[in-house]
């Protein structure tokens, strides 16, 4: 009886860490889709205007994000944890920066 108490309090143990793993993995998947949208939010608007490509390329590293190549005057900012789905649309001119621009792209 005591030995079959002990197999049944592993097994508990067992099956209860492995629904934390589970609870936690899926947590760390889908924060950066709930916590996005707001992040980029923050970002974007903190960009003064005038920066440089390479300068909001070392702040975009800084939060882990990725920034396209400059093409024709413009490029984005993507989070590459929700796989693009949040984006700051810049528009550079011949002294820096000229809008940064938060959109949802679904």
Not at 24 to 32: A, K, R
Not at 50 to 57: D, F, I, M, R
């Amino acid at each position: 009886m005591e030995r079959e108490m002990i197999i049944i309090s592993r097994r508990r143990i067992v099956v209860l860490a492995i629904a934390v793993l589970l609870l936690t993995l899926l947590g760390w998947f889908f924060w950066p889709f709930v916590s996005g949208p707001g992040q980029m939010q923050g970002f974007c608007s903190s960009l003064p205007a005038g920066s440089s490509v390479e300068q909001v390329k070392i702040q975009a590293a800084q939060h882990g994000y990725r920034v396209s190549s400059l093409i024709e005057g413009r490029s984005f900012v993507h989070d590459p944890k929700s796989f693009g789905r949040f984006i700051c649309n810049m528009q550079f001119g011949s002294d820096g920066l000229i809008s940064a621009v938060y959109s949802f792209n679904d």
